[in-house]
Nanobody, 124 residues
Framework: QVQLVESGGGLVQAGGSLRLSCAASGRFSSINTLGWYRQAPGKQRDLVAT???????NYADSVKGRFTISRDYAKNTVYLQMNSLKPEDTAVYYC??????????????????WGQGTQVTVSS
């Protein structure tokens, strides 16, 4: 199984920046997509950004131009640089992985994985 461990959350004033990191570990062969979702109190969990093994990125409209997702393939780590933060960005941010390939005599794709979440709070 893959373990996803996030770091980098915290409290920041509006207009400030934070950088989230998520490191994937475990006995896997490869991961296709890594990304970030967020969930504010009383709301559903929504996509923030994803990046594929081919470096194709996808962003929610609400964060385009402010957030940048990147990936270190050697370290199996995904980053989310968040600039110009707004109070409405306040949420728990979850790391996500899918297309996780394992080898056990032959290759197979396992279940999607989620991190434990990291709190981001933006004060006005």
């Amino acid at each position: 199984q893959v373990q996803l461990v996030e770091s980098g959350g915290g409290l920041v004033q509006a207009g400030g920046s934070l950088r989230l990191s998520c490191a994937a570990s475990g006995r896997f062969s490869s991961i296709n997509t890594l990304g970030w979702y967020r969930q504010a109190p009383g709301k559903q969990r929504d996509l923030v950004a994803t990046i594929t093994s081919g470096s194709v990125t996808n962003y929610a409209d609400s964060v385009k131009g402010r957030f940048t997702i990147s990936r270190d393939y050697a370290k199996n780590t995904v980053y989310l640089q968040m600039n110009s933060l707004k109070p409405e960005d306040t949420a728990v941010y979850y790391c996500y992985a899918d297309g996780i390939r394992y080898y056990g005599g032959s290759y197979y794709v396992g279940d999607d994985a989620w991190g434990q979440g990291t709190q981001v709070t933006v004060s006005s």
